[in-house]
T-cell receptor, first 114, second 113 residues
Framework: DAGVTQSPTHLIKTRGQHVTLRCSPISGHKSVSWYQQVLGQGPQFIFQYYEKEERGRGNFPDRFSARQFPNYSSELNVNALLLGDSALYLC?????????????FGPGTRLTVT | GESVGLHLPTLSVQEGDNSIINCAYSNSASDYFIWYKQESGKGPQFIIDIRSNMDKRQGQRVTVLLNKTVKHLSLQIAATQPGDSAVYFCAENIRNYGQNFVFGPGTRLSVLP
């Protein structure tokens, strides 16, 4: 059974451009979350989607947006890129099972903004 | 704002010894915690979780201890192996439905031969 997949693996963009990152959750998982991980720090929560609806939003500017599709895959969009947006973007799919929150992360997309 | 932090940014242990990684949290309303392991170039991997109505939970070679009085969480790894070398994060659930996990800055565990 495939785990969480993300594409692309690496991406280089210039300031002002926009970017779309993609995520496919584990089969059967209806919830997808996005995290930003700056080098040397822990992941920071950006969004969570469940059944195509936004269920949570972290402290990120409106340049960040996301959506979830009927097949539960998700896209994260970032507009007007800044140098500070350079980071590893992690997608996690999750579900509650027997009292535990099974949250599995993908390998991430490494975004470099120049 | 609320945050999860770690006492030690780096930890070096001899292979075969036990490791203890600590974490302090500040939100007394948090009711669920997860420890993650992140190896270089990979996403965080679930190790073990604990709910706030428990003070100890054991897994395979790992034990998580929760002290709500002092808002402290620890991860104990028994008989540390080279494959345990990684960065370890504790994550705190602030909301009831698991949407928003706050991660600490991480502790790098290095296992010495």
């Amino acid at each position: 059974d495939a785990g969480v997949t993300q594409s692309p693996t690496h991406l280089i963009k210039t300031r002002g451009q926009h970017v779309t990152l993609r995520c496919s959750p584990i089969s059967g998982h209806k919830s997808v979350s996005w995290y930003q991980q700056v080098l040397g720090q822990g992941p920071q929560f950006i969004f969570q989607y469940y059944e195509k609806e936004e269920r949570g939003r972290g402290n990120f500017p409106d340049r960040f947006s996301a959506r979830q599709f009927p097949n539960y895959s998700s896209e994260l969009n970032v507009n007007a890129l800044l140098l500070g947006d350079s980071a590893l973007y992690l997608c996690a799919s999750s579900q509650w099972t027997s009292g535990s929150y099974e949250q599995y992360f993908g390998p991430g997309t490494r975004l470099t903004v120049t | 704002g609320e945050s999860v932090g770690l006492h030690l940014p780096t930890l070096s242990v001899q292979e075969g010894d036990n490791s203890i990684i600590n974490c302090a949290y500040s939100n007394s309303a948090s009711d669920y915690f997860i420890w993650y392991k992140q190896e270089s170039g990979k996403g965080p991997q679930f190790i073990i979780d604990i709910r706030s109505n428990m003070d100890k939970r054991q897994g395979q070679r790992v034990t998580v201890l929760l002290n709500k009085t002092v808002k402290h969480l620890s991860l104990q790894i028994a008989a540390t192996q080279p494959g345990d070398s990684a960065v370890y994060f504790c994550a705190e659930n602030i909301r009831n439905y698991g949407q928003n996990f706050v991660f600490g800055p991480g502790t790098r565990l290095s296992v010495l031969p």
